[in-house]
């Protein structure tokens, strides 16, 4: 028996070949289920929302679902997939970015999985669980399971995967803050106990970069290790920000995929990532260009998936030191900001309009409050409240990319007109997080974004203290006790009020301005089969395949 975190007694709309899925954030609110709106590609066209693909077996495990490798049509043998951005680890519990997460779906398992279709929580590694109060939780894990250096999945894996992920200092660390004791009941039964009652504690146990490690692989090498998962697919050779390889895992306990292996090739120019599907270079294109589109839409050996994405951008103020603690100046620059503008400008109109700082698919999403319009007396109006002498009323806004800097200008123009001096300040990715570490932050403002999860806690990243997300440095002390009573909330009706209070208080006092969330886009070559595009844009290729 084993256990971490100190001791304790241990007791027994279709168009084109695409297809767009959404829910109106009022139903999310009130199911608080994002999953619905993933797409499923499969038998050559794109089918919308899961749905189960045509002819694959129900069961996974089954002797016919491996045989069926050998028997259904013939499939390209390796496939290829233009990412965006790049790939630097291969270590599940290192890396928490969407291109790291795509990895981790093909290489590792999770204890448990969202189900796409359902939004609910179901058996991965974990074939059932028992809570057995309120803070304790006990796992049964499957017995047919081996990591891909041969090794049997046990308890005791378990145990170290979240041993070492509290200890990493990485994204993994943060979720596992709440965990106070974790321990190895038998080889094929893990208890948990948590600090405080959490309703997303399956949630946060069912992300890509919380897979199960293998304790011996990080014994036998420390530093390559992490790449040892129990997943359908394991890492055949990589170089960090240039592709990792997979190939495909014959002895998997589910269903084998029918290719035999998977590229993950970075390719940061949108426009040769586009090129290259085209030529059949790639198979799957992900974030193409979106004045580039219509040459997806034009090649009869394409199709283009489209959905409305979760990763909102918004502009942030440092809400601890400088011009941004004024909250007259806010309001002001949030009456200068033209939304419709800065969509058709940034965009070319692939967004729509951010009216909480919230995920539209995150429960407790509300925006009953309407918005900020775009007004510039109002704006004035604000800024004269706002007390700064002559030559006072200026900011600096930091962005780093380029659809930013346009948004960034077009509110430059605006208040301008009301005597307001916006300074941009471009920077790149490393940078910006650099300078808006929460402890150091340094920045008076900037434009920036923000992937929301579905999980309610998920916007603790955005307004807690101490939280390198939380690029407002926001620190207000009810919104810290709604998100403590709304985690520890079983009645849903109550925790909906508590999000609810928490988003009036944030557009009440301007922290941060929600500008819009863009329109996702994909290309694929139109015989994809088996992949499963999310909002998130934690896509599941583990049972991608493209037909000959």
Known sequence: MQELFGEKEKTGEEKSGRIACQMSGDE?????????????????????????????PSQKGETAARESVALEAAYKKEITVGTQGPIKTVDVQSG??????????????????????????????AKEWTWVDDRTIEFKLRDDVVFHNGEKLKASDVVFTMERGRDLGTTISVKLVGLTACEAVDDTTVRMELEAPNVDWLYTLSVAHMGIVSEKALADDPEEGGKIG??????????????????????????LP??????????????????????GEIDVCLNPNNNELHFIEEDDNLSLVQYDGTNEVFFAFNNRTGPGTNKNLRLAIAHCIDTDSIIAAAMDGYAKEGLSYWGWNTFGYYDGF???????????????QAGLAPGEAKIEVYVSTAERKIAAQIIQESAKKIGLEIEIKEIDDAGLTSLSQYKTASHEAMINGINWAPHGDDVRRAYAPNSNTNKGVIDNARINELMDLAIAEMDEDKRLEYYKELQEIVHEEAYVIPIYYPIASIGINKNVEGAVFCPDGNHDFSQLRVKE
């Not at 709106?37 to 899961?50: F, H, K, N, P, R």
């Not at 970075?266 to 426009?271: I, L, T």
């Not at 309407?370 to 004269?384: M, N, S």
Request: proline letters at 3%; hydrophobic letters at 35%; one cysteine or more.
């Open 258 to 279: 029918k290719s035999e292996s998977i590229t993950l090739k970075y390719m940061p120019e949108n426009s040769a990532r586009l090129i290259a599907l085209q030529n």
């Open 230 to 255: 129990t997943g359908a697919w394991m890492v055949d050779s990589y170089v960090p920000s240039d592709y990792v390889k997979v190939v495909r895992n014959d002895q998997y306990w589910g269903e």
């Open 28 to 56: 999310k609110m009130r199911k608080g289920i994002a999953f619905l709106l993933c797409i499923a590609a499969s038998i050559g066209v794109v089918a919308g929302c899961g749905q189960k693909k045509a002819g694959e």
């Open 370 to 384: 309407g918005k900020y319009e775009y007004d510039l007396d109002q704006a004035k109006a604000y800024l004269d």
């Open 96 to 125: 928490s970015n969407v291109y790291h997460n795509v990895l981790f779906r093909l290489t590792h398992d999770s204890l448990v999985y969202p189900n796409e279709e359902t939004g609910k929580i179901e058996p991965r590694l």
